[in-house]
């Protein structure tokens, strides 16, 4: 499913958490209403699906490579994302994204959670123009540029990702 992107904005209540939850591959193995609510599509869509058929083409692939490469270490990350929803519109979320470990010896990871909720307006006006810096740069110099003034970023500011992500 191709998703064509338009600039209108949808908002969820600040009390309503978006969750998913998938394989090791990313692929969708449960949604929540809210979440199939906000996308405006059903479980027969999603489930099976890869969870970036939502993927909002101003997102910096930067963001998710950092994503991924927490998960693959069994670290939980925190991170403002863009999504897509089936008519093109676009929501912003604050996401918590967790491994999901064996019910039995709790020492294999067998998935990821995603816990989403509103993401505040001051966070926003600053994450906004950054992933628009983020995403210019990766389109002229590719992703390891992206990445290198992403954590120069950081070293400017004395933060290590987590401290940064979380200080707004």
């Given at each position: 499913m191709k998703i064509?992107?338009?600039?209108n904005e949808k908002k969820f209540s600040s009390d309503i958490l978006l969750v998913t939850k998938t394989d090791l591959k990313g692929k969708i193995t449960y949604a929540n209403r809210g979440f199939m609510d906000i996308v405006q599509m059903d479980e027969s869509t999603l489930i099976g699906s890869p969870h970036n058929i939502i993927r909002h083409p101003d997102m910096p692939k930067i963001v998710f490579k950092l994503l991924w490469t927490y998960l693959k270490k069994g670290k939980e990350i925190h991170a403002y994302v863009k999504n897509l929803c089936a008519d093109g519109s676009y929501y912003w979320v604050f996401a918590n994204v967790t491994p999901s470990y064996d019910s039995i010896e709790h020492?294999?990871?067998i998935g990821f959670h995603s816990s989403r909720r509103v993401p505040t307006k001051e966070a926003l006006d600053i994450i906004i123009p950054l992933y628009k810096q983020l995403l210019e740069v990766e389109k002229h110099?590719?992703?390891?540029?992206?990445e290198k003034m992403f954590n120069k970023?950081?070293?400017e500011k004395g933060l290590a990702y987590d401290e940064f992500i979380l200080s707004f």
């Open positions: 064509a992107p338009n600039n020492s294999k990871v110099s590719g992703m390891d540029a992206s970023l950081l070293q």
